[in-house]
């Protein structure tokens, strides 16, 4: 193992801290630095500021081994050898595009602390193009650096997995020094038998967005084959299972329901359609725009199935939600479909109650004015509908006799497709589910 680099991790939100504690956990000395105080000393105290399964035991333990630290002092960096940039690239406030300004600040603020020969590694989601508008940057203002771009594909819910044992590893490099330094750094995933890819840089920068684009178009896909079955009587389900033995097609992400959200697949694909127009190439990702409206369309068709078994008006009504983050296994609730959809009928007068295993303190910092319950069966009471949004484990290990004894009238919407409906009908329930006819 290669264990006589230094690395630096340049935030430390879910992807930065993340990565710092794998790379911790791989040997190596690994400073992670981030602008919020109170982060930095949560992850120093070897405490996670959200919720990852597996990653929070990882960080304590490779706290304690003393190869990992958490800082706000960007010249901490000077002594490393490679540094990650992992900070957040949100979809700007004033349009499709994604906010570089982290990432740039990230650069500026390392750049007078790195050493000779020092490799910066963005893995950052970017536009194409950002990688060598940076390594521009750094000529002027810190020609002894050089740098390389490095996507990261991992899921939230599977981090760790996702970082130690990914399904491969892609580096955009100008140079054959610095794929060796990717390669040392590596070494142990590389050794597990992990596919290498060398790109160049927009090569790099593309593959992330591209991976990102053709998953958001899988799930609109079988979104869309739910609306056409929903209109012919077919059932999405089905459908998705039969086609999915096809292993051109294949059976994941074809699981229909109120479709995707979270930090990335949303805000991804609205990037890549307005860095592909900046380009002159707009019309190639045009269709883009229908896996985003397909995407959003399903949350409004949650809706009015609710309308259609409740009424128009439903200021009169309890409706409990199951799920407030965007995937189960995670406390995110960035561009949560599920939350949405409570948001929604919430304006609309219902008298919403919203239960999640973890996202409730996070969705409560967004919507005050929501009411949330810790206690499922407590949510559920009295209610004239259940939604179910965020696919959790318990949920479908709910006993629909024992809770059919608490609710007001027996009806259940199926946004994820996830439940059993024969468990739920013999229970004397009216269930409804996106994409299958009742
Ligand atoms: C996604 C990608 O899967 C990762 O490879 C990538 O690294 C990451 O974005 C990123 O860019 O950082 P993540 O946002 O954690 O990962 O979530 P996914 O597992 O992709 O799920 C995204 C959304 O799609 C969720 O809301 C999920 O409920 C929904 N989904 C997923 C469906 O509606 N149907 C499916 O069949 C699968």
């Avoid at 597990?192 to 790109?199: H, K, N, Q, S, V």
Wanted: aromatic share 6%.
């Amino acid at each position: 193992m290669s264990t006589n680099l230094t690395l630096s991790v340049i935030g430390c939100g879910y992807l930065g801290a993340t990565h710092a504690a794998c790379m911790s956990s791989l040997g190596f000395n690994v400073i992670g630095v981030d602008t919020d105080p109170e982060k930095v000393e949560m992850l120093s105290r070897g405490e996670l500021p959200f919720y990852e399964p597996g990653l929070d035991t990882l960080l304590a333990q490779e706290i304690k081994t003393g190869r990992l630290n958490f800082t706000t002092d960007f010249s901490a960096v000077a002594g490393a050898d490679v540094h990650f940039v992992c900070v957040g690239t949100p979809q700007s406030k004033d349009g499709l595009a994604a906010d570089l300004t982290y990432v740039k600040s990230a650069v500026a603020e390392i750049a007078p602390f790195l050493k000779e020969g020092a490799l910066v590694v963005g893995k950052s989601t970017v536009p194409v193009g950002t990688a060598q508008a940076l390594l521009e940057l750094l000529v002027k203002i810190a020609p002894q650096a050089d740098l390389a771009w490095n996507p990261e594909f991992l899921r939230e819910g599977f981090a760790v997995e996702d970082t130690l044992t990914p399904n491969r590893l892609v580096v955009g490099v100008a140079n054959d020094r610095a794929e060796q330094i990717l390669k040392d750094v590596y070494q142990p995933i590389i050794d597990l038998g992990t596919p290498w890819i060398r790109a160049d840089l927009p090569t790099a920068e593309l593959v992330k967005v591209a991976a990102n684009s053709f998953l958001a178009t899988k799930i609109s896909f079988i979104n869309a084959m739910a609306e056409v079955c929903e209109a012919a009587g077919g059932d999405v389900t089905i459908l998705a299972k039969a086609i999915g033995y096809d292993p051109r097609i294949g059976n994941r992400f074809l699981q229909a329901g109120i479709g995707f959200g979270g930090g990335c697949l949303p805000k991804d694909i609205r990037a890549f359609m307005a860095r592909a127009e900046e380009l002159g190439a707009k019309q190639a990702l045009e269709f883009l725009r229908e896996i985003d409206a397909i995407n959003l369309r399903a949350r409004q068709r949650v809706i009015d199935v609710v309308r259609n078994d409740l009424s128009e008006d439903l200021t009169q009504y309890k409706i409990a939600v199951l799920g407030a983050t965007f995937k189960p296994d995670s406390d995110d609730v960035r561009d949560s479909p599920a939350l949405d959809i409570a948001v929604q009928l919430h304006a609309a007068g219902a008298h919403v109650v919203i239960h999640d295993p973890k996202g409730i303190e996070p969705a409560r910092k967004r919507f005050p004015n929501l009411t949330f319950g810790h206690d499922v069966l407590e949510c559920i009471k009295g209610s004239d509908l259940i939604l179910h949004l965020t696919e959790w484990k318990e949920y479908r290990e709910l006993d629909p006799k024992i809770i059919g004894d608490l609710v007001k009238s027996k009806i259940i919407i199926d946004g994820r497709n996830a439940l059993d409906r024969e468990l739920w009908r013999n229970a004397g329930w009216k269930f409804h589910a996106l994409g299958r006819t009742d």
